[in-house]
């Protein structure tokens, strides 16, 4: 039996693809910590920095740098806002629509260290912002995105675009109920399952004059105590000196934790007597989170 030998430079070339093989492993499961890694820190020092009175005012050039900045930092992968894009689309029945991505409330908490993930994305498509759960991608809450106005050289106000609303219809309060039960239950894709037989309905009616009539339907089921840990902070001067367990923050602002609430869950729809939704907000998993419009 003959035994091979190996020659030095076939042990040598076998030791480099060795070590090749090894490194390209490493890359590979550590290389994504790193970054990770990198990122959170850049996310604390830019939240950090937010709360430098340089970075306070708002609207400054310095403080949407450091907006700008994290929202890409804690955005989710395009692939993963896809699913939002689609849940979108489908509320408003509008399969091509352009869907723009703003931001979410993702924060990292300086007291506790680490980073809070986000409870809510906001997109827009035209004048209408949408906050959706990422956890779901589900639409939680669409609104008409807030205007905007201002004074003329001539002391005149300007006003931003707003959206046009259809009232011609006019359709009556119980023809309009079923237009929001059936939307309900057609949007599952951008609402999920809703069942709304064990919820109680309030409806309202707001009459413009015009011929413009608005009605509101709110489904609601029973209030419930919630736990919060960590427990919820306000921070407010408008808070009551009095109130038991008030402190102040760093900056002198009074603040108050809450450890438990009482939430009442709801789902409310608005549309115009022609039709036409207004807007939409489901609270029945508990308060959607404010929009984060860029």
């Not at 970054?35 to 850049?42: A, F, T």
């Not at 939680?140 to 707003?162: A, C, H, I, N």
């Not at 259809?166 to 009556?172: E, R, V």
């Not at 939307?183 to 309905?201: N, P, Q, V």
């Amino acid at each position: 039996m003959k035994i091979k030998k190996f020659t030095p430079s076939i042990v040598l070339i076998s030791l480099v693809i060795l070590a090749v093989v090894g490194y390209a492993g490493y890359t590979k499961l550590i290389q994504p910590r790193i970054w990770e890694d990198q990122k959170l820190r850049e996310i604390k020092e830019l939240t950090e920095k937010s709360f430098d009175p340089a970075y306070a005012q708002h609207g400054s050039q310095k403080r949407n740098e450091v907006r700008e900045r994290l929202c890409l930092l804690t955005a989710r992968s395009s692939e993963e806002r896809e699913e939002a894009v689609i849940a979108i689309r489908d509320f408003l029945e509008m399969p091509t629509t352009e869907v723009s991505y703003e931001c979410n409330d993702t924060f990292y908490s300086l007291e506790e260290d680490k980073l809070i993930p986000a409870k809510g994305e906001t997109y827009t498509v035209g004048l209408t912002y949408f906050i959706v759960d990422p956890e779901t991608n589900h639409v939680l809450q669409v609104e008409e995105t807030p205007g905007t106005w201002g004074y003329k050289t001539d002391g005149s106000r300007w006003f931003s675009e707003s959206k046009e609303y259809d009232c011609s219809a006019n359709y009556s309060k119980e023809e309009v109920e079923q237009i929001a039960r059936s939307f309900i239950a057609k949007h599952t894709t951008a609402l999920g399952d809703i069942d709304l037989s064990e919820l109680i309905l309030e409806t309202g009616k707001k009459d413009g004059g015009n011929g413009r009539v608005n009605y509101f339907f709110i489904w609601r089921g029973e209030a419930r105590t919630v736990q919060h840990n960590p427990p919820l902070e306000t921070c407010s001067e408008d808070l009551n000196k009095d109130i038991e367990g008030l402190y102040y923050n760093d900056n002198g602002v009074p603040c108050i934790k809450r450890y438990e609430s009482t939430e009442v869950p709801t789902l409310s729809i608005a549309f115009t007597n022609g039709g036409q939704l207004i807007s939409f907000s489901n609270e029945l998993n508990g308060p959607v989170s404010r929009a984060t419009v860029r």
